[in-house]
């Protein structure tokens, strides 16, 4: 059972493009999305995140849209660079309960950046 | 440097040898967790921890144990490694788990024949 879709599974873009990775959810209970970034080799590093009584949230390039009654929430990369080009995995966490702590991962989507 | 270190990297075993992959970290963090990574499935929780003595199972536990005796230590032990627990494994940190970000370290790649 996948609480949290991620699509695509895959993006190409080309650099100064416009990069957008979807998710949706299904637990209400979730009160933290963060989106992690990974690089080959390398463990995921937190990129930006945003908490539900927001609609938006920027840091510098990129962009968290969050629809809380749709229960989506989408990543945005202005401008994408090369350099972007990593592995991007959605997230969310629980208000506690059982699931202290817990951050339920989305699938991961494979972004390359052409020069 | 705050970080979080996994031990060994790389790691290839055989069905049912004992193996233990040990995670550490120099943040003073309460909370820690390990992940597996597997394509097309993201990262899911096997075990996290709240405090010294306090683990509780994740979402894919099944063939893992873990221990916490320190509060910067967090193994995790494979009893009888299977071939169905090859993966990349991820250790990670926070501060507390109500808190916002979690700390990964460096990742374990396991092989299992």
């Known amino acids: 059972q996948q609480q949290v879709k991620q699509s695509p599974q895959s993006l190409i873009v080309q650099k100064g493009g416009i990069s957008i990775i979807n998710c949706a959810y299904e637990n209400t209970a979730f009160d933290y999305f963060p989106w992690y970034q990974q690089f080959p080799g390398k463990g995921p590093a937190l990129l930006i995140a945003?908490?539900?009584?927001?609609s938006e949230k920027k840091e510098g390039r990129f962009t968290i849209s969050f629809n809380k009654s749709a229960k989506q929430f989408s990543l945005h990369i202005m401008d994408s660079q090369p350099g972007d080009s990593a592995t991007y995995f959605c997230?969310?966490?629980?208000?506690?309960?059982?699931?202290?702590?817990?951050?339920?991962f989305g699938q991961g989507t494979i972004l390359t950046v052409h020069p | 440097e705050a970080q979080v270190t996994q031990n060994p990297r790389y790691l290839i075993t055989v069905t049912g040898k004992k193996l233990t992959v040990t995670c550490s970290q120099n943040m003073n963090h309460e909370y820690m967790s390990w992940y597996r990574q597997d394509p097309g499935l993201g990262l899911r929780q096997i075990y996290y921890?709240?405090?010294?003595?306090?683990?509780d199972k994740g979402d894919v536990p099944e063939g893992y144990k873990v221990s916490r005796k320190e509060k910067r230590n967090f193994p995790l032990i494979l009893e009888s490694p299977s071939p169905n627990q090859t993966s990349l494994y991820f250790c990670?940190?926070?501060?507390?788990?109500?808190?916002?970000?979690?700390?990964f370290g460096p990742g374990t790649r396991l092989t299992v024949t």
């Open positions: 945003i908490r539900p009584d927001v």
């Open positions: 997230a969310a966490k629980d208000a506690g309960g059982t699931s202290y702590g817990k951050l339920t």
């Open positions: 990670a940190s926070s501060l507390t788990g109500t808190g916002g970000e979690q700390y």
């Open positions: 921890s709240m405090n010294v003595e306090v683990t």
